[in-house]
């Protein structure tokens, strides 16, 4: 077996993101009996249930709760967690975990490789159908063997490392979903409906250098967006992500600090491949060629983000294809040309599903009808709260388009690209092309990088030039925090870590 760092797995490897230490927001006293609080724009209704849950915004509540063997840090690099080492076998098909010494639940039990084992488990079943980790479908066996957890798989996966995040829970927990136990930095407290989310530091956590310098966290649901500027001045919240860069101008910088980086997720309007008329490839080329991106960024974001032609955002760095940008220029006469072609001189009309919480995927959308009117395409604009969206959007695919912005679980290009597979149960857009699955299956199952990157580029092409979706930006992200506060970093996946925020001196 090969030995290998777990800086060394990084797929981030061309662009990092780096971390940012801030000066600077509202907290009683440094150290114990210190609190915050913080602003999130949806509840967390989907599940509690680390393994099960699917909104964004909740995955990133519960990253200071839940670990897995390995985590992310701000920097896209695994580190060790529950696991203190591992090994890959040169084939790549076989990896080796050993178990830390003395990690603690929040209940106060000891974590075991029997738990370990119950969580990988859990997730790899199929039972229901498919495993509630698409890549554990390869698992051919897990084992215990002394103190170690082996994972043999029936195809090589370089990246399968990145699953490794999963979230270890005791197997003594019979309800995850209303009782959520982990070993994060924090540990649940209580959840008021619609209201708030309440953690407090666990004094257990077994990387005492790591351990979370708050004592209290509420995160609390904001139910107008648009007031949130008020929310802060005003003391109720000290720190929000991705508030809207209008909110931003109204605060006062002598008592907030705002910090900018990007979302690292793919915004587009995303649309019901098999739905009429969006099954006509022709259309939505058109909707692609009606569009400009620019345009779209500068009403939505004062011209700030990054433009993308594809579902792969800048940060992935060698995956990444700026040069799809350019598969759809703007062309109003050719977009006209292709609605006719497609049995739609006269154009048509369709719905936008869009979550209401959401200010700049509802500002997204209001450009693009405005865009398509120009094409004689009617775009009418259906705001509907979070839980619906999540119900019948996502989950059910009651829709003809939505605007969202999607983000990778995993630093892995195959986060980010498997959803588009056939067969897969995140397809909420029901893709379905031969040539995708293949080059995407070849991507998957190369161990060498050169040959992986060829094909997952191949699949990019492919998304593009077959229109699968009107492609927008990676949206830029400010965040506002409260300069009673320090230490917030920026992580390349969609999580907000308080552990790292302390009183400022």
Request: aromatic share 10%; glycine share 6%; proline share 4%.
């Amino acid at each position: 077996m090969k030995k290998t760092t777990l800086r060394g797995l990084l797929l981030l490897l061309m662009i990092p993101v780096l971390a940012v230490a801030l000066c600077g927001c509202s907290g009683d006293k440094k150290g114990k009996g210190s609190s915050i609080v913080v602003g999130i724009p949806q509840d967390l209704e989907d599940s509690l249930d680390p393994h099960k849950v699917e909104a964004a915004g909740t995955k990133e509540v519960l990253f200071n709760i839940f670990e897995g063997l390995i985590k992310p840090d701000s920097n896209g690099d695994f580190i060790p967690a529950v696991a203190q080492s591992y090994e890959v076998s040169d084939d790549a098909l076989t990896y080796t975990f050993t178990l830390r010494d003395g990690v603690k639940f929040h209940d106060g039990s000891t974590v075991t490789l029997q738990d370990v084992k119950y969580s990988i488990d859990r997730c790899a079943d199929t039972s229901g159908g498919s495993p509630l980790v698409a890549a554990y479908s390869n698992i051919k066996d897990t084992q215990i063997d002394g103190n170690n957890f082996i994972i043999h798989l029936n195809e090589p996966d370089t990246e399968f490392l990145a699953y490794m995040t999963t979230a270890i829970i005791p197997e003594s927990n019979k309800n995850p979903d209303t009782n959520p136990v982990g070993t994060g930095p924090y540990m649940f407290v209580s959840r008021s409906p619609q209201e708030n989310f309440i953690v407090k530091k666990f004094d257990d956590y077994y990387d005492k250098d790591h351990a979370a310098h708050i004592e209290n966290v509420t995160f609390k649901v904001i139910g107008n967006m648009d007031t949130v500027a008020m929310e802060l001045q005003s003391g109720a919240i000290d720190l929000l992500a991705r508030i809207p860069s209008t909110q931003a101008e109204l605060l006062d910088k002598n008592e907030f600090t705002i910090l900018e980086e990007t979302m690292n997720l793919v915004q587009a309007l995303y649309l019901n491949n098999a739905e009429a008329p969006f099954d006509n490839v022709k259309v939505r080329q058109a909707l692609c060629y009606a569009i400009d991106p620019a345009e779209i960024m500068l009403f939505v974001s004062d011209g700030k983000g990054t433009e993308i032609g594809s579902s792969m955002f800048p940060a992935f760095g060698k995956y990444y294809m700026e040069e799809l940008n350019d598969t759809y220029n703007q062309d109003l006469d050719k977009a006209k040309q292709l609605l006719s072609e497609a049995g739609y001189p006269d154009g048509f009309s369709f719905d936008i599903t869009v979550a209401s919480n959401y200010t700049q995927h509802v500002d997204t959308a209001q450009v693009l009808s405005d865009e398509f009117a120009k094409i004689g395409v009617t775009a009418n604009i259906k705001l509907v709260e979070w839980d619906s969206w999540l119900s019948d959007v996502y989950n059910d695919r009651k829709f003809q388009s939505t605007v969202v912005g999607v983000d990778a679980s995993s630093l892995t290009a195959s986060a980010l690209l498997q959803r588009f597979t056939s067969d897969s149960s995140k397809n909420f857009i029901n893709y379905s092309n031969p040539a995708y699955d293949e080059a995407f299956a070849k991507a998957k199952t190369a161990t060498d990088e050169d040959e992986k990157t060829k094909y997952y580029k191949e699949c990019e092409r492919i998304l593009s030039e077959d229109a699968a979706n009107v492609y927008i930006q990676d949206l830029p992200e400010f965040v506002a925090i409260s300069n009673k506060f320090t230490g917030y970093e920026f992580y390349p996946l969609y999580v907000q870590d308080i552990a790292k925020i302390r009183p400022a001196d």
